[in-house]
């Protein structure tokens, strides 16, 4: 049974970082393409970053340049590491994952409605 734990969500001051984590188990990366999404009460959900087995990722615009999504295959983990924090980053943090011959690449990876596998979030607030 696939299953994804987050953690790493606090509260930070604009221009600080955080690292986020996701533990996953009942299956391995190497085989899954896997994201990091958030949402905010009344929005949609949005992609945020998002990497492909074969190690390829995307970033949604607004954290291009601040955030980096990467994995320890050894450790079955997801990192978002999350730096230049802006008031606006806040939001409540998911790790989603999919099977890799399910997904579709490039922009396609921040879709949501592709991954079947979801944590249920932790929270991050930046305050200015």
């Known amino acids: 049974q696939v299953q994804l734990v987050e953690s790493g969500g606090s509260s930070a001051q604009a221009g600080g970082s955080l690292r986020l984590s996701c533990a996953a188990s009942g299956f391995t990366y190497s085989g899954y393409c896997m994201g990091w999404f958030r949402q905010v009460p009344g929005k949609e959900r949005e992609g945020v970053a998002a990497i492909a087995s074969d190690g390829s990722t995307v970033y949604a615009d607004s954290v291009k340049g601040r955030f980096t999504i990467s994995q320890d295959n050894a450790k079955n983990t997801l990192y978002l590491q999350m730096n230049s924090l802006k008031p606006e980053d806040s939001a409540v943090y998911y790790c989603?994952?999919?099977?890799?011959?399910?997904?579709?690449?490039?922009?396609?990876?921040?879709?949501?409605?592709?991954?079947?596998?979801w944590g249920q979030g932790t929270r991050v607030t930046v305050s200015s």
């Open positions: 989603a994952a999919e099977i890799s011959a399910h997904c579709r690449g490039g922009g396609f990876l921040l879709r949501d409605y592709q991954y079947n596998y």
